[in-house]
């Protein structure tokens, strides 16, 4: 049978003139898994929407054609009818969850079914071991790390016992760890309930799915099973799609497998040597900081680290390991009567260790995960002006000039810059930053439910920066990320760096921390350095 | 004749009112201060312990006490639950963060009645003629434009004090149910008093909501002064840049927020939120000893206040006498 039976949908947002979504013939089988794919505003939240019921039952348009889950039109069903039918897990957990307690959470969706105690308790306790939650039971939802409340959100939906799942980006806030764990529940459950997995990182979600769909501009322009994939690797690069290096090069050397090992194997056997980036870790030191955190009595940073000019520094660790709190307490964010923080911090030869956030910021310039916050202006080019402005700096209109024009942002210039895409958004707030003239910038997962294209934009304008002087210190996950574009890695763990090196150092035992190495990097370094 | 000094005097006395509210909230108590106060935190005394439905009664026995009471009986209730604050987790922390948040309201109630209070309904309230009042300040007579009175007395201030015991009681009481229950607990308990599903959830999403807007908040003001907003004014002067920076950040704070609200609003829909008129509940907060012995104590409160009240110290709304 059918799970999901898509005909001739067209679906238009009130405020758009085009349809953004157009699927003539589309289904998924009973118990397939399906990877959903494509850059951001391609259309896969959209397709994921009008599957579980959220278009048209609570956002409204022009929907026409027919979407069906196990034979039933969801335009004649009820929202809680659907939802009984389809899980749904949110890219963002914090703001999935809203309840205080676990158990609280879990049970929400039984509760509202009115289901009988026993069968609550069954859904419940069934939920909570599925996801392996039960060692933190006791915890409050708003002290859990990323990973762990993707858990606790995960079981709230397994509570459901949907037969339909979808997973809109479900790891893309979280640590490797975490991610881990959601991938293990959909290994698990493979054939069990019919999984939709939308996720920008193909490479990880690959190896538990039966198909991969790709959307781009509103349509479906791919649709094959993933032994098929490597055939169609130019369709994902057009389509802006992050693709594991192995398959092009699987691809090119005409290998049937995409093992990583076996294609580095294969490459020395050929005599291709990868290129690899020159690490620029030589310059002089600009940032020097020692800094520890308390909180209640319990240190939750204890750390030494120095930035070097022109260096992209990385911060990577499990959920919970400091690494935020680690770039708060630099910029003198945290809240002196809740923690205890003392900072030792020269920046360019100038002692700041007594100094608070607003003489800080005159060296330093702050990225935070939630880049919005940043902007305050009602146009890109005043929003840009702004520091440089209110630092007095008479040059600011030159100073703005040049970076909106470093940024590619002339066109937007007088745009409200709330308005614009993620990506954009996020290059106003970089060159409002360093607008500041601060020559450091401190960065909190910057790639954080960025698409390929995005993360390959914004690490080039890191790399161009760095060349002209600027050092970078990036809070991530994103393993790739660091390992392309960055010059040095530090592990946290507990609050403290455990481990310092250039990426091709980090990479060989990263695992240990929760860190998992790129295939960038497994194929360029021989199977014996690997240490797990 | 009034001289310049009256003039700019009285503008100062204008402009302490307005400002010194603003002052306390963001200097003493700071964005942070506000996300402790409005903020559960899991901890085990009697207030944890009490059931949330006794709470609210309690919330709701203050404020009609308050408001047909004299004055005093407020005061007496502000201070001693504020006392009472001791037991809750960091506690002293809290009696003085809700301490200077009560100071805040006492001073821009003063400051937001005196003025404008009418001198024949002090006189009613006080039962006082009003050719007995002491005249503290004169105002410049185009001050008759912001709505001001002519001469701002002794008693039009000792009579909005009394108002201000109004709120304070209440605002200390709704805080203490915030930080001693958790949002389901409320859930719960509203449930149980059948107010409908939508608003219950409506409040849950904003007590959720509540520490994350002080967060966002903070951030965005701390980054708007980090990109120089400010930076040269003296360190006196922080408050107002906080709050010129506040102002600014109104925006971007919302957008964010509202992008978080959708979510919050699909995870509720795509779990079967108000698939039936009522919800069934998981975990059942049962009434214990002492939920009975406070709710005693409750009854005597408003008995206590009836025995007052008939005995003339229910004077609070000078329409009534």
């Not at chain 1, 419940?124 to 060692?135: C, N, P």
């Not at chain 2, 009471?69 to 003085?96: D, E, P, Q, V």
């Not at chain 2, 958790?182 to 520490?211: E, H, N, R």
Request: charged share 25%; net charge positive; with cysteine.
């Amino acid at each position: 049978m059918k799970a999901i039976e898509i005909k001739d949908l067209k679906f238009s947002y009130l405020s758009d003139e085009k349809p953004t979504l157009v699927i003539d013939d589309f289904y998924i089988n009973e118990g397939e898994s399906i990877l959903l794919t494509g850059k951001s505003g391609s259309g896969k939240s959209t397709l994921v929407n009008c599957i579980n019921g959220i278009i048209p039952h609570v956002i409204n348009g022009d929907l026409s054609g027919s979407v069906k889950i196990l034979g039933k039109e969801v335009r004649d069903m009820k929202l809680p009818d659907i939802a009984r039918v389809v899980g749904t897990l949110l890219q963002d957990p914090e703001r999935q969850v809203m309840n205080y307690s676990i158990v609280d959470e879990v049970a929400f969706g039984p509760e509202n079914l009115r289901l009988p105690r026993d069968e609550m308790e069954r859904r419940i306790q069934k939920a909570i071991s599925v996801v392996g939650i039960e060692d933190f039971l006791e915890r409050e939802t708003t002290k859990l790390s990323g990973g762990e409340l993707q858990r606790v959100a995960l079981a709230s939906v397994i509570a459901m016992e949907p037969k339909i799942m979808i997973l809109d980006e479900p790891t893309s806030n979280i640590d490797p760890e975490g991610t881990e764990q959601i991938f293990r529940f959909i290994q698990e459950n493979k054939n069990r309930m019919t999984q939709i997995i939308v996720e920008h990182k193909v490479e990880r979600a690959l190896p538990f799915v039966d198909r991969v769909v790709v959307v781009n501009n509103g349509r479906i322009i791919l649709n094959v099973s993933k032994e098929h994939l490597m055939r169609d690797v130019e369709v994902l690069l057009e389509a802006g799609i992050e693709i594991p290096e192995e398959y092009i090069y699987a691809k090119k050397l005409r290998i049937d497998s995409i093992d990583p090992e076996i294609i580095r194997e294969k490459l020395r056997e050929s005599n291709i040597q990868l290129s690899r980036r020159e690490r620029r870790n030589q310059g002089e030191i600009v940032m020097s900081a020692k800094v520890t955190a308390e909180v209640e009595g319990r240190k939750i940073v204890d750390a030494k680290l120095d930035l070097r000019k022109g260096q992209v520094y990385c911060i990577m660790g499990k959920n919970g390991a400091g690494k935020t709190t680690l770039i708060r307490v630099l910029m003198d964010f945290l809240n002196k009567k809740q923690f205890k923080v003392s900072s030792l911090l020269n920046i360019e030869g100038e002692d700041l260790s007594r100094k608070d956030y607003v003489i800080r910021g005159r060296k330093i310039a702050y990225l935070p995960q939630s880049f919005d916050l940043m902007l305050v202006s009602k146009n890109v080019e005043t929003e840009i002006y702004y520091s440089a402005k209110h630092r007095k700096i008479p040059e600011f209109k030159a100073i703005g000039d040049q970076l909106i024009e470093m940024f590619s942002l002339e066109d937007k210039r007088m745009s409200d810059p709330l308005m614009l895409s993620t990506g954009q958004r996020r290059r106003v707030c970089m060159a409002a930053a360093l607008a500041s003239s601060a020559h450091i910038m401190l960065m909190d997962e910057p790639t954080s439910g960025q698409d390929f294209l995005n993360k390959k934009i914004l690490g080039e304008e890191i790399r161009k920066l760095c060349d002209a002087g600027f050092s970078f210190l990036i809070v991530t996950h994103d393993s790739r990320f660091a390992y392309r574009y960055g010059d040095f890695i530090g592990i946290m763990e507990n609050g403290k760096i455990v481990h310092e090196g250039t990426p091709d150092e980090i990479f060989r035992y990263s695992e240990k921390y929760g860190v998992i190495a790129p295939s960038d990097f497994v194929l360029r370094v021989s199977g014996e350095e690997v240490i797990s | 004749m009034y001289s310049i000094l009256d003039t700019v005097i009285s503008w100062l006395l204008f402009l302490f009112g307005i400002s010194i509210p603003f002052y306390l909230i963001l200097g003493a108590i700071g964005i942070a201060g506000f996300r402790e106060i409005t903020t559960y935190e899991k901890y085990d005394t009697f207030y944890y312990r009490l059931n949330a439905s006794v709470k609210i009664m309690l919330s709701i026995i203050i404020v009609l006490i308050a408001t047909f009471s004299i004055w005093w009986i407020g005061a007496i209730i502000t201070f001693g639950l504020l006392a009472s604050y001791k037991s809750l987790k960091n506690g002293w922390r809290k009696m003085y963060l809700a301490g200077f948040l009560i100071l805040s309201i006492i001073v821009g109630t003063v400051w937001g009645y005196a003025p404008y209070e009418p001198l024949s309904i002090v006189s009613m309230a006080l039962k006082t003629p009003v050719s007995k009042f002491t005249t503290v300040w004169t105002w410049p007579p185009y001050f008759s434009i912001l709505g001001y009175e002519h001469h701002l007395t002794l008693q039009s201030i000792y009579y909005s004090l009394q108002i201000s015991f109004r709120f304070t009681a209440a605002v200390v009481a709704s805080l203490l149910l915030v930080m001693t229950n958790t949002p389901a607990q409320i859930i719960k308990t509203l449930s149980k008093f059948k107010i409908p599903d939508p608003i219950i959830f409506s409040l849950v999403v904003a007590m959720k909501t509540v520490p994350a807007v002080f967060d966002s908040f903070d951030t965005s003001i701390k980054i708007s002064m980090m990109r120089g907003y400010g930076g040269n004014k003296p360190r006196f002067l922080r408050p107002f840049v906080v709050l010129a920076a506040a102002i600014g950040s109104i925006v971007p704070t919302m957008v964010h927020l509202l992008r978080g609200a959708k979510d919050i609003g699909i995870s509720a829909d795509t779990r079967a939120f108000r698939a039936y008129p009522s919800r069934t509940y998981y975990i059942m907060t049962p009434f214990k000893r002492e939920d009975y012995i406070f709710s005693g104590v409750l009854v005597m409160m408003v008995v206590m206040t009836v025995i007052a009240i008939m005995v003339g110290f229910g004077r609070a709304i000078p329409y009534l006498t």
